[in-house]
């Protein structure tokens, strides 16, 4: 009895967060948190698109996800948050294949502050170069705020 009161909660909680039939974009993809974010996307019926500068590492995460939901409809596009033609032609690329984008994860961020044997040089704000700081905020926020201007006037 306990079981299916679990069932019927967990079913009403999958349909109302239901993505079947829409389309996420995630920016930053090639990276970790981008393969979790299309991970959990994909889990609840949405279809897809992973971008990145990173060629290499889009292939593997689209290879990754497959691996993980099969058949879902997993699409991978170049992109660079910091270029407004370089997100204008996803988005055109997009419509002219007669989709659109639901759903949009600005995750494209710089940083290389914590490598895999902990902090790397520059990662305290004292060292922190001012070059770094605009790189990051050019990444992070402005584009950020580009990809929600293109995809959120579509």
């Not at 990276?31 to 698109?49: D, K």
């Not at 419509?95 to 520059?122: M, P, S």
């Not at 990444?139 to 201007?149: D, I, K, N, P, W």
């Amino acid at each position: 009895m306990a079981e299916d009161a679990v069932d019927e909660v967990a079913s009403k909680v999958t349909s109302r967060f239901s993505m079947i039939g829409r389309t996420a974009l995630i920016t930053g993809s090639a990276g970790v948190l981008g393969r979790q974010h299309a991970a959990a996307l994909l889990e609840v019926g949405a279809s897809v698109v992973l971008t990145d500068i990173d060629v290499d590492g889009l292939g593997a995460a689209r290879d990754e996800l497959e691996d993980s939901f099969g058949d879902a409809e997993i699409r991978t596009m170049l992109m660079d948050v910091t270029n407004i033609e370089s997100i204008r032609g996803v988005a055109d690329n997009l419509g002219g294949e007669g989709g659109r984008v639901d759903a949009l994860v600005n995750n494209a961020a710089l940083d290389a502050k914590v490598g895999g044997d902990g902090l790397t040089e520059g990662s305290r704000l004292e060292e922190f170069s001012v070059e770094q700081w605009d790189a990051d905020l050019a990444v992070g926020l402005t584009g950020a705020f580009l990809c929600s201007q293109v995809f959120g006037a579509r």
